[in-house]
T-cell receptor, first 109, second 113 residues
């Protein structure tokens, strides 16, 4: 079964601390993975695509096929990073995204 | 460039009432989607349309119907609203899913009393 698991509902860190938002997936074959961010009461925005290996707003994510993980990382958290983060996986048919339940990141000073 | 536009932004319905949520995109995308977002549940797919003229059920289709009116517009209808349908509804569109993912609308916050 295709599945995305985000084990943490809430992650609280201090400003300047490193951040790692966990995402594990279940999938047969080569997964296409994404991270989306939702700031308070706003629309979801694409943050990262696994396929492009880009770095946006200081965030990076590396696909680890052995651990079936796609964790989102940032070396120094900022208060403006406080938001809900969703990990998503393209389904086997390539027709839709499967989302995890999301992790709320709270960065305090 | 508006992207994906949803109307209305907020709605309160009484149990048993019907309504249609509208979604339009101006990016010439082939695929469109409806999700609901509930606390602790993440985003769950209700229906999607891979191309104009086709629609398919997602994970939670019961109580909903959809219409892909043309390439731009994809509407979601609640025929007889129930309190369990209280949620935030997001429309999204995509072109090449695996490359670009989705573009989302701003959401419709629906309360059924």
């Amino acid at each position: 079964a295709q599945r995305v698991t985000q084990p943490e509902k809430l992650l609280s860190v201090f400003k300047g601390a490193p951040v790692e938002l966990k995402c594990n997936y279940s999938y047969s074959g080569s997964p296409e993975l994404f991270w989306y961010v939702q700031y308070s009461r706003q629309r979801l925005q694409l943050l990262l695509r696994h396929i492009s290996r880009e770095s946006i707003k200081g965030f990076t994510a590396d696909l680890n096929k052995g651990e079936t993980s796609f964790h989102l990382k940032k070396p120094f958290a900022q208060e403006e990073d406080s938001a809900m983060y969703y990990c998503a996986l393209a389904n086997q048919a390539g027709t839709a995204l499967i989302f995890g339940k999301g992790t709320t990141l709270s960065v305090s000073s | 460039n508006a992207g994906v536009t949803q109307t209305p932004k907020f709605q309160v319905l009484k149990t048993g009432q019907s309504m249609t949520l509208q979604c339009a995109q101006d990016m010439n995308h082939n695929s469109m989607y409806w999700y609901r977002q509930d606390p602790g549940m993440g985003l769950r797919l209700i229906y999607y349309s891979a191309s104009e003229g086709t629609t398919d059920k997602g994970e939670v289709p019961n109580g909903y119907n959809v219409s892909r009116l043309n390439k731009r517009e994809f509407s979601l209808r609640l025929e007889s609203a129930a309190p369990s349908q209280t949620s935030v509804y997001f429309c999204a569109s995509s072109e090449v899913l695996s490359l670009y993912g989705y573009t989302f609308g701003s959401g419709t916050r629906l309360t059924v009393v």
